[in-house]
């Protein structure tokens, strides 16, 4: 017994010679410094201390549910400060803070920006069940999507969201409050505030596992933030930008993020790590903005120094008191581009004094101009809209009917692209709030904020029914109301049909879907096409037969 070591002295031995387990609090003690530091992500849990000892590997995920690298370990350099946070990764804002907020300002721009934003905003949404046959899974969607819409100027909240667009991130700060639907105390968002997306702040974990990788900080300002108590502000830690607040995750339902474009920076670019956060179109046209404003610059100044021509002032050279008389006599003028230029004495073919004006040669502006718009502006517009042709005209010639319609394609995608995205955002940062806060029975689901990108082709599935018709198909009466959205009427409702229009026994149902007598079975008309009208059963067979064939040929019937 003396050699055993671990506590096996203490632990008795089984009849095989092995020793018993050792109680969870021993073992725990002797797990070896790996092991724990490879723990320090999972709970501290029997179960947890069995499976870092590999003693039930089968229900572990693979590297026991972690990533393989952390992306702070992907680059050449970490920048950052005390707290470990990315800096923001936009390339305006890392150039020129100043040019990163006047780009706003730009409103050819901003056209191309807000028209993506409004094509989303726009569109219907509804909540999605997991299982539309199941009836508890409605009643929760209803139920959801009245809270949801109660939510203050809930399309400008959309559009809000939707500004991740140009920052790349952006955040809605949002106050939950109590309310009664039908009778029941319900959560919902009872106010909201946009949050500039320059001001959020994304941590990182540096490998030690002090930190949670999902944090989000706001920037804020020391001297007017009001702290709560001492564990409040320590939530206050400094970052590169500045001080910033990371809030507490029981605080995490006050902040709605959203997020554009996410990608990763190259490894030697380590002030870039934050694209895995978002990035904007801003970030992705500044370069070439950059240059329109330079190549703006010049033309601006091509037409003040040469736009209106100039005008040209000889005076005697020498001769500064005539120098100043024609001095004044050009800024009479009202001229900026004027030019006063002495002239020698003894010449006898020039005048001492004299006037020459100078046309400009409108070819340079032209060159700046054509650089300016079709070689940035459209650059600019096509990046942000896939396609000109929604914000400009443009003459495209034979099959212009086609081009548009690419255009158009081009352009719906990227709003397809914006509304699931916003989707996902919504569900996650919105929806999951609302289950778990006032449905928490309905979290077994997967219940969905959907955005209705496609409507339904109604003339399409109409010219489809229609062939379908004529070929003699039976089609239902209730899926062709379905269709159009038309609710079926019942014997108190006054309904508008083509029966009885032309009178008597000759009644007919009128064009449109299902053509028949009225009371007659879809699909029992004898030989008429579909949205045509039929002949009534009691008249003479022959001589409608006669009247058709006339009313065919132009005739006038008998």
């Known amino acids: 017994m003396a050699g055993t070591t671990n506590g096996a002295a203490k632990r008795p031995r089984r009849k095989d010679g092995t020793f018993e387990r050792a109680p969870l609090r021993e073992r725990m003690r002797n797990l070896s410094v790996e092991k724990k530091r490879a723990m320090r992500f999972l709970p501290t849990t029997p179960k947890a201390i069995a499976l870092a000892q590999h003693e039930q590997p089968e229900q ?14 992907t680059f050449s350099g970490i920048i950052s400060s005390y707290s470990p946070s990315f800096r923001n990764p936009d390339e305006a804002v890392r150039h020129s803070k100043e040019n990163a907020r006047n780009m706003r300002n730009d409103c050819s721009i901003m056209e191309c920006v807000e028209s993506r934003q409004r094509a989303v905003e726009l569109l219907n949404w509804h909540i999605a069940p997991e299982d539309d046959t199941d009836a508890r899974q409605v009643k929760a969607c209803e139920t959801l999507t009245r809270l949801m819409k109660k939510t203050p100027n809930f399309k400008k909240y959309r559009h809000a969201m939707l500004e991740a667009i140009w920052y790349g991130r952006y955040a809605v700060n949002q106050r939950w409050q109590w309310c009664f639907d039908e009778g029941k105390k319900r959560a919902i968002i009872g106010g909201w505030t946009p949050l ?9 974990d540096d490998g030690t596992g002090k930190y949670d990788p999902d944090r989000i900080g706001i920037k804020i300002n020391l001297a007017t933030y009001p702290f709560e108590d001492e564990e409040d502000r320590l939530n206050a830690q400094p970052t590169i930008d500045g ?13 709605a993020v959203h997020k554009h474009i996410i990608e990763d920076a190259a490894f030697e670019d380590p002030f870039a790590a934050g694209s895995l956060h978002g990035v904007g179109v801003r970030s992705r046209i500044y370069w070439t903005w950059f240059q329109m404003q330079e190549a703006l610059a010049m033309l601006i100044e091509f037409l003040e120094r040469v736009g209106l021509g100039i005008t040209i002032y000889y005076y005697p050279a020498g001769d500064e008191a005539a120098r100043g008389a024609v001095e004044e006599i050009a800024k009479n003028q009202r001229q900026n581009n004027y030019l006063l230029v002495p002239r020698v004495n003894g010449d006898p073919s020039l005048d001492a004094y004299g006037v020459e004006r100078v046309e400009p040669n409108a070819g340079g502006a032209q060159v700046l101009q054509d650089a300016i718009v079709m070689l940035f502006a459209h650059r600019i517009k096509r990046y942000i809209l896939g396609q000109t042709l929604t914000t400009e005209s443009d003459g495209a010639g034979l099959g ?13 995608q990227i709003i397809k692209s914006d509304a699931i995205d916003l989707e996902e955002t919504m569900t996650r940062e919105v929806l999951k709030n609302l289950v778990d806060f006032n449905l928490p029975e309905a979290s077994q689901w997967d219940l969905r904020f959907v955005i209705d990108t496609e409507a339904p082709d109604v003339q399409g599935q109409l010219e489809g029914m229609e062939k379908a018709f004529n ?8 899926d062709v109301r379905d269709m159009l959205g038309l609710s079926k009427p019942d014997g108190n409702q006054k309904v508008l049909s083509m029966a009885g229009m032309s009178g008597g026994s000759n009644a007919l149902m009128g064009a449109g879907i299902g053509g028949n007598l009225a009371g007659q079975p879809v699909g029992t008309s004898s030989g008429g096409k579909f949205g045509e009208k039929i002949d009534g059963g009691g008249d003479d067979p022959a001589k409608a037969k006669e009247e058709k064939e006339r009313s065919m040929a132009g005739q006038r019937p008998k």
Do not use: T
Not at 60 to 73: E, F, H, K, S, T
Not at 196 to 204: A, C, S
């Open 243 to 255: 001080y910033a607040y990371f809030p507490p995750p029981w605080k995490r339902p006050c902040l």
């Open 60 to 73: 572990l995920p693979p590297n026991r549910g972690q990533p393989l690298v952390l992306p702070a370990w």
């Open 196 to 204: 500039n997306g320059d001001k959020l702040v994304f941590g990182y």
């Open 471 to 478: 070929m003699g198909l039976e089609i239902v009466e209730d």
């Open 400 to 412: 212009s009917s086609g081009i548009s319609d690419l255009h158009k394609w081009g352009f719906f």
